[in-house]
T-cell receptor
Framework: GNSVTQMEGPVTLSEEAFLTINCTYTATGYPSLFWYVQYPGEGLQLLLK?????DKGSNKGFEATYRKETTSFHLEKGSVQVSDSAVYFC????????????FGKGTRLSVIA | ETGVTQSPTHLIKTRGQQVTLRCSSQSGHNTVSWYQQALGQGPQFIFQ???????GRGNFPPRFSGLQFPNYSSELNVNALELDDSALYLC????????????????FGAGSRLTVL
């Protein structure tokens, strides 16, 4: 079945450091890929998405590129801020939108000043 | 526009009891999905409701059931609670089925945290 594997946390970085959170997936066909973020006490928010190979999703300085050859969708940010502290979830949907989201276990990021 | 609201935010039950969780969908959204997020895990799909009927279900036993009302709000009911049911239950709404599942129009609530003792 479909699955998502992301690097385990927690990840602790200093402000302005470079962030990478690895995500790989297993799916049939051509899934859509997503990164969601969960701030303390809040619901999940869509951070970015990509729907086909080589697409790059970007938002709020975060980026991720859909790599079909490596089945990966790593999240990156060049300079993190304290306000980026949250739990990040990689997720997939196995087609254009007719199946539920399958999530990874999440990676907690803490950014210290 | 209002977002997705869930109630209660926290509750404690004992094994064998029953629980009802409530969700009001975002204005303009007619589809509701429920997810279970156990501690340290990612959310897992329970089921989805559209036009007051179940429209997709994950790998959860029948003691997990739901309802959707004419105003598109929804309830999640869990009978015969077990310790492993302790989790954050997330509700998400979307405009139409298919476009919501897996697309970027899922709007999540903050969740209801259930503890089963």
């Amino acid at each position: 079945g479909n699955s998502v594997t992301q690097m385990e946390g927690p990840v602790t970085l200093s402000e302005e450091a470079f962030l990478t959170i690895n995500c790989t997936y297993t799916a049939t066909g051509y899934p859509s890929l997503f990164w969601y973020v969960q701030y303390p006490g809040e619901g999940l928010q869509l951070l970015l998405k990509a729907t086909k190979a080589d697409d790059k999703g970007s938002n709020k300085g975060f980026e991720a590129t859909y790599r079909k050859e490596t089945t990966s969708f790593h999240l990156e940010k060049g300079s993190v801020q304290v306000s980026d502290s949250a739990v990040y979830f990689c997720a997939l949907s196995s087609d254009s939108g007719n199946t539920p989201l399958v999530f990874g276990k999440g990676t907690r990021l803490s950014v210290i000043a | 526009e209002t977002g997705v609201t869930q109630s209660p935010t926290h509750l404690i039950k004992t094994r064998g009891q029953q629980v009802t969780l409530r969700c009001s969908s975002q204005s303009g959204h007619n589809t509701v999905s429920w997810y279970q997020q156990a501690l340290g895990q990612g959310p897992q799909f329970i089921f989805q409701y559209y036009r007051e009927e179940e429209n997709g279900r994950g790998n959860f036993p029948p003691r997990f059931s739901g309802l959707q009302f004419p105003n598109y709000s929804s309830e999640l009911n869990v009978n015969a609670l077990e310790l492993d049911d302790s989790a954050l239950y997330l509700c998400a709404s979307s405009p139409v089925p298919g476009q919501g599942l897996g697309a970027n129009v899922l709007t999540f609530g903050a969740g209801s945290r259930l503890t089963v003792l």
